[in-house]
């Protein structure tokens, strides 16, 4: 018979009962992920506020289009108000431009005008907004997408806030 090491008899341990997971032990890491979870939610969506506050307290005005630039029925990708946010400028009538967030609000992909249907589309779920407001008209997106004040001066098309 083999020798038991010494250590054994120091720290006698249960090797059946080492493995045994009671109920309420997996029901109390239940309970600690789940708050863990909660908490870093919550972290997550004040962050995202405060952040929100913060672009909406000053938004720049920015040159981002020259009025002849984008033909009618034409779009052009631009960035408002920082360089993380991509947006996109369209020319629905010869005096008529409008412009919203390029990430889709179902999932945040990438939006395409499409001028033969005169509205935005999401490749990734099949997402279609009105090109005139930016509402939802198909698919999983729920919210309509961000859209961008404009002003036209000039010869210069100009981002001056959100809505």
């Not at 939610?41 to 004040?46: D, E, S």
């Not at 509402?135 to 404009?150: K, Q, W």
Request: hydrophobic content about 40%; overall charge neutral.
């Amino acid at each position: 018979m083999p020798e038991v090491p010494t250590w054994k008899d120091h720290f006698p341990i249960s090797w059946v009962d080492d493995h045994f997971v009671t109920r309420r032990e997996f029901t109390k890491s239940l309970v600690w992920v789940s708050v863990a979870t909660f908490v870093a939610n919550g972290i997550v969506a004040l962050l995202s506020q405060h952040k929100q506050r913060q672009r909406a307290q000053v938004l720049p005005r920015v040159a981002i289009a020259g009025r002849e630039e984008i033909p009618v029925g034409g779009s052009k990708v631009f960035h408002y108000p920082s360089s993380d946010d991509p947006c996109l400028l369209v020319r629905l009538e010869p005096e008529r431009y409008v412009a919203f967030g390029q990430k889709c609000t179902h999932l945040g992909c990438p939006v395409h005008f499409r001028a033969a249907e005169r509205q935005i589309y999401c490749p990734c779920h099949e997402g279609w907004f009105n090109a005139e407001d930016g509402r939802v008209l198909a698919g999983p997106p729920s919210r309509p997408l961000p859209r961008i004040a404009l002003e036209t001066q000039g010869e210069q098309v100009w981002a001056i806030g959100q809505t």
